[in-house]
């Protein structure tokens, strides 16, 4: 087979020589330059990449990655997109192969988007962003899509032990990302996915009133069907009405997120927060021990990784402090510590419980 990585790229030097040590094993590597300022384009020219530049005005994720997936030459059996600030685990080319095998045209791999203070996986879900040379394109303005040009459905496989991982720039900007955001669902007024990230986005500037609105579009939408998504954005909603001290709409859009994917992690969590933050102990144990209860951790990109570390551990913990089970406190406080990577408040939370307990047991 024939593999190529193809990628576009914007002042990106402290990246370059990283991306292209991880994708040595590709038969060819295609980079569109979308305009850097720094050495990006001369340091991918020397490690060996096959480099243009073309300038987007306005820019648009879509576009630029249709140019440089253009760049791919015509013969290339499999192609796969990153970014320079992702790496792969060594291997994958054999991994992307043998899924090719079975006629898959489109190849779904394990993603970490994030890592914990501890190195831990943060935020981890399946992308799909390696595929057969002809018949796909990208489609919106940002948060892009492989779309076949004909319309059908592609034939995917999930490539088991194949690793991308996002390490970036945490300093870098998503300013631009609200306005393309608002362009797609313009573009776009049906599209679920779009409706919900535009909501999600505008809860993560603060615009609470407009994320509201947005993200109860989304849930008016004939195609918003994916539950995972519909509790995600119900979640959203009861975080911006709690913020804005609305405690009574903020329970009521939690409990909907539980109705709506009970199956999930997320929405328990969230429940055994709020109940916590109004002091409802009881309620708090409920919702924390049934996010508990749910061991299978979902592989799309709703799951939040707090939901599977500490957070169910120290509401228990809080929770049973309050009910007066020190026993059970610590113990989850425990866990909790253990799973927080170092967190303070984890610290200065099990050092309290533990000392209560134990005066406790001195008492007896």
Not at 189 to 205: I, V
Request: net charge negative; charged share 30%; with cysteine.
């Amino acid at each position: 087979m024939k593999v190529c990585v193809y990628a576009i790229a914007k002042n990106e030097e402290k990246f370059v020589r990283r991306w292209l040590d991880s994708m040595r094993e590709a038969d060819g590597i295609y980079v569109l330059d979308t305009g850097s300022s720094d050495d990006t384009v001369r340091l991918l020219k020397e490690g060996g990449a096959h480099v243009k530049t073309e300038i987007f005005s306005p820019f648009r994720f879509d576009l630029a990655r249709n140019a440089s997936l253009n760049m791919v030459p015509e013969d290339a059996t499999l192609c796969v997109c990153t970014d320079l600030d992702e790496v792969f685990a060594p291997g994958w080319r054999k991994g992307l192969e043998e899924a090719a095998k079975t006629g898959a045209e489109q190849i779904y791999y394990r993603y970490t988007w994030n890592f914990n203070p501890d190195g831990s996986e943060g935020h981890v879900f399946w992308i799909g962003n390696a595929h057969i040379r002809s018949g796909f394109e990208w489609r919106h303005p940002v948060h892009e899509v492989l779309y076949t040009q004909d319309g059908h459905e592609s034939k995917t496989i999930y490539a088991g032990g194949v690793w991308l991982k996002h390490l970036a720039d945490p300093t870098k900007s998503r300013a631009q990302y609200l306005p393309l955001l608002e362009l797609s669902v313009r573009e776009h007024p049906e599209n679920d996915r779009n409706s919900h990230y535009l909501g999600r986005e505008y809860y993560f500037h603060g615009r609470y009133d407009d994320a509201i609105r947005e993200l109860k579009r989304h849930l008016s939408l004939p195609q918003s069907v994916w539950r995972d998504e519909r509790a995600a954005s119900m979640r959203y909603i009861s975080r911006c009405f709690l913020i804005k001290g609305d405690m009574s709409e903020g329970e009521s859009w939690i409990l909907r997120a539980v109705a709506e994917a009970p199956y999930l992690r997320e929405p328990w969590v969230d429940a055994a927060k709020y109940y916590i933050k109004v002091k409802r102990w009881t309620g708090a144990v409920f919702c924390a021990e049934r996010a508990l209860e749910i061991k299978e951790r979902s592989m799309s990109y709703i799951n939040e990784p707090e939901a599977w570390g500490y957070a169910p551990y120290d509401c228990l913990a809080v929770a049973l402090y309050y009910l007066g089970d020190l026993k059970g406190s610590l113990e989850n406080a425990e866990r909790a510590a253990e799973a927080g990577g170092g967190i303070d408040r984890l610290r200065d939370n099990l050092a309290l419980i533990k000392a209560a307990y134990e005066a406790a047991q001195k008492e007896k």
